[in-house]
Nanobody, 127 residues
Framework: QVALVESGGGLVQAGASRRLSCAAS????????MGWFRQAPGKEREFVAA????????NYADFVKGRFTISRNNGKNTVYLQMTSLIPEDTAVYYC????????????????????WGQGTQVTVSS
């Protein structure tokens, strides 16, 4: 049974940094592209970042470019989202997701690309 478990959320001040982690189990992690999405209150879930199976390709939403970095450790079955220069608009529940792909450089950019989802971790940025 596939499980994705996010951690690292919490309350932070504007300008601070935070690292989210997502531990995967029940799947061959290196066969999956991984993504981070977020959903703020009253808004739809939106794409944040994605990384290919090998880690060689990454994609970011425009609003996080230069501030967030996605990475993965296939030996630990874990994907990370390093967030810096946080602003109140980053307040949301952050979800990690997994997408099986036979392509080493594939990254999914929409929710429909991902078949497995975690429960989410809340990040609240205070001003």
């Amino acid at each position: 049974q596939v499980a994705l478990v996010e951690s690292g959320g919490g309350l932070v001040q504007a300008g601070a940094s935070r690292r989210l982690s997502c531990a995967a189990s029940g799947l061959t992690f290196s066969s999956f592209a991984m993504g981070w999405f977020r959903q703020a209150p009253g808004k739809e879930r939106e794409f944040v970042a994605a990384i290919s199976r090998s880690g060689g390709t990454t994609n970011y939403a425009d609003f996080v470019k230069g501030r967030f970095t996605i990475s993965r450790n296939n030996g630990k079955n874990t994907v990370y989202l390093q967030m810096t220069s946080l602003i109140p608009e980053d307040t949301a529940v952050y979800y990690c997701a997994a997408a099986y792909s036979s392509l080493y450089q594939y990254t999914g950019l929409t929710s429909e690309d991902y078949g497995y989802w975690g429960q989410g971790t809340q990040v609240t940025v205070s001003s």
